[in-house]
């Protein structure tokens, strides 16, 4: 009897090798190693390439057809897609357990149904009569929508040549395996192997397929990163659990704008888009407080207007704590240096908490400003002025460098009944046509601080 060949496989990054590692040499994680059964590829050529073996013509790209796009009924699902869902696109939805991404897809997929297109749901997490009891909550009914509930590809491969629908949604390609690989599901072999699968039946049947993926405590989809390459879209549905809100976020898009965002709102009867983010997120303002400051932040294509509150208290132990919610920590801690260095208060041994209300993550240096500002409010214990904006990123030697898209931000902010904007003088010249708000440009930290303190 032939021996068994056996590999260890990082279920992190997808390296190989021979024997089990300690540490992986290529994404540089602890205790990843998992021993699998090595197979033998097929060698049938019928199963290569998305023409099973037939030669196909080849086209001038002029004359390449466009694709029709399917609405999904939401507003917000439609932006993030770049216009709705392109027919022979594989899209990757991640997020956290219980965040909404079942919820999402069960809505998209009962509004596809209801335009005269065959939807085919397949669960390997719940049975028919679980998505039954939620799809009554949601008021889900109507169309041709069917369910199946499998886990093995090759049947779920048979029903897709049978019924032949126009959407497939896959929940999730963690639980789907393929029998050809030796190994447990959700490993990295199995999914690569499974999400290899689902593409070429995608492509070669000209349907639109949406697969749900797990996601590691760092918040990264789980499985090997060449996941995210072989798909054409890959969102990420994020939300705090303790807020109604949710957002939807592009990451990469073969057929539209990266980095764009929905947001919804997790309600009894689904999830609901949210027609006027910025006046969600600033609802319950405060009036005349010290430690609250508004800025307008770029998510895609879209500004949004989002209150940074900050608290500055002495810390009597004598080791000052610097906790932030919604902004990177080592950010944080290079404005407070700035702060100390450049303003001349003395915040070494204050404990400070920065917090994005809403839940917001903001990743661009344009709230810089508005963070430094709050800082100094609660410092001072001086409100800034309630409609007052502030937009601008901070460098190390305290200018206050400009921005893009600083006229969007600036219409947002009017639109939201905003008087005044402190921005950068760089950005000046594009904010001129501006009548009804007034436009005060800074050049360093210490001219904010005489401004506003």
Not at 54 to 82: A, F, H, W
Not at 211 to 219: N, Q
Not at 288 to 299: C, I, Q, R, S
Not at 408 to 414: D, F, H, P, V
């Amino acid at each position: 009897m032939a021996k068994v060949k056996t590999k260890f496989v990082c279920q992190e990054c997808g390296y190989e090798t021979a024997k089990w590692l300690g540490k992986c040499p290529s994404c540089g994680e602890w205790n990843t190693f998992v021993e699998e059964i090595e197979t033998k590829e097929k060698d049938s050529k019928s199963q290569r390439g998305i023409s099973k073996g037939k030669l196909e013509k080849i086209q001038n790209i002029t004359s390449s057809s466009n694709k029709d796009r399917i609405l999904t009924g939401s507003r917000e699902m439609d932006r993030v897609l770049g216009g709705g869902i392109i027919k022979s696109s594989l899209v990757l939805v991640g997020g956290d357990p219980g965040i909404g991404k079942s919820t999402l897809l069960l809505q998209v997929a009962d509004h596809a149904s209801k335009q005269n297109l065959k939807v085919l749901y397949v669960s390997g997490e719940e049975s028919a009569e679980q998505i039954k009891i939620r799809a009554d909550r949601l008021g889900i009914g109507a169309g041709e929508l069917y369910v199946l509930s499998e886990t093995n590809i090759d049947i779920v491969n048979e029903f897709v040549g049978k019924e032949e629908p126009d959407l497939l949604i896959l929940d999730s390609i963690q639980t789907i395996y393929s029998p050809d690989v030796v190994s447990a599901p959700g490993s990295v072999s199995q999914v690569r192997e499974v999400t290899s699968m689902v593409m070429r039946m995608t492509k070669a049947r000209n349907m639109a397929t949406f697969i749900v993926g797990h996601v590691t405590k760092s918040g990264a989809i789980a499985g090997p990163r060449v996941l995210e390459h072989m798909v054409d879209t890959v969102l990420y549905f994020e939300g705090e659990r303790h807020f109604s809100y949710r957002i939807l976020r592009s990451v990469k898009n073969r057929f539209g704008s990266t980095n764009e965002i929905g947001i919804f709102e997790m309600r009894e009867r689904g999830l609901v888009e949210v027609d006027n983010p910025s006046e969600v997120f600033l609802r319950g303002r405060p009036v005349d407080a010290y430690g609250t400051v508004v800025t307008a932040a770029m998510e895609g294509t879209r500004p949004l207007l989002i209150e940074i509150q900050a608290l500055v208290a002495y810390s009597p132990a004598g080791f000052a704590k610097r906790i932030t919610t919604g902004i990177d920590n080592n950010r944080a801690a290079m404005l407070l240096a700035v702060l100390e260095k450049k303003a001349g208060l003395a915040m070494q041994s204050s404990d400070t908490f920065i917090n994005v209300t809403g839940g917001l993550q903001l990743r661009e240096p344009a709230a810089d400003l508005a963070i430094l500002c709050a800082l100094a409010s609660s410092f001072k214990e001086v409100p800034v002025d309630f409609k007052t904006i502030l937009i601008g990123e901070v460098g190390l030697t305290g200018e206050i460098r400009g921005v893009n898209n600083i006229e969007k931000r600036l219409i947002e902010a009017q639109k939201m009944g905003f008087e005044k904007a402190v921005i950068s003088e760089a950005n000046e010249k594009a904010s001129r046509e501006l009548k009804n708000i007034e436009i005060i440009p800074v050049n360093n930290i210490r001219q904010v601080m005489d401004l506003l303190f």
